[in-house]
Nanobody, 125 residues
Framework: QVQLVESGGGSVQSGGSLRLSCAASLSTITNYCMGWFRQAPGKEREGVATIGRDGNTRYADSVKGRFTISRDNAKNALYLEMNSLKAEDTATYSC???????????????????WGKGIQVTVSS
């Protein structure tokens, strides 16, 4: 059974940094688009960033210039480097994978097929 497991969350002060990791338990992530999402208490889940199989990326406006999504296909891993964190970045962050998007470029946020359980990120002001 394919699983996505996040790690690297925690608590940090405003202006600090965190690096999230997502380990995928499948033979390879090479051909798939993957992404990071977050959900704050009382709010809907929102897409943060996606990365295509060719390395192309897309970001939510709220995180552009502060967050960087990357992947290591050899390790079946996805990462999210978060810098200049703000209190409004506080949320549960989840990674996801889109098994059906086969084009080049970064996929959208709506087609994800599998999600991790999520990990908490808390930014104190």
């Amino acid at each position: 059974q394919v699983q996505l497991v996040e790690s690297g969350g925690g608590s940090v002060q405003s202006g600090g940094s965190l690096r999230l990791s997502c380990a995928a338990s499948l033979s390879t992530i090479t051909n798939y688009c993957m992404g990071w999402f977050r959900q704050a208490p009382g709010k809907e889940r929102e897409g943060v960033a996606t990365i295509g199989r060719d390395g192309n990326t897309r970001y939510a406006d709220s995180v552009k210039g502060r967050f960087t999504i990357s992947r290591d296909n050899a390790k079946n891993a996805l990462y999210l480097e978060m810098n200049s964190l703000k209190a409004e970045d506080t949320a549960t962050y989840s990674c996801a994978i889109d098994f059906n998007f086969r084009a080049y470029g970064a996929c959208g946020y709506d087609g994800m097929d599998l999600w991790g359980k999520g990990i908490q990120v808390t930014v104190s002001s």
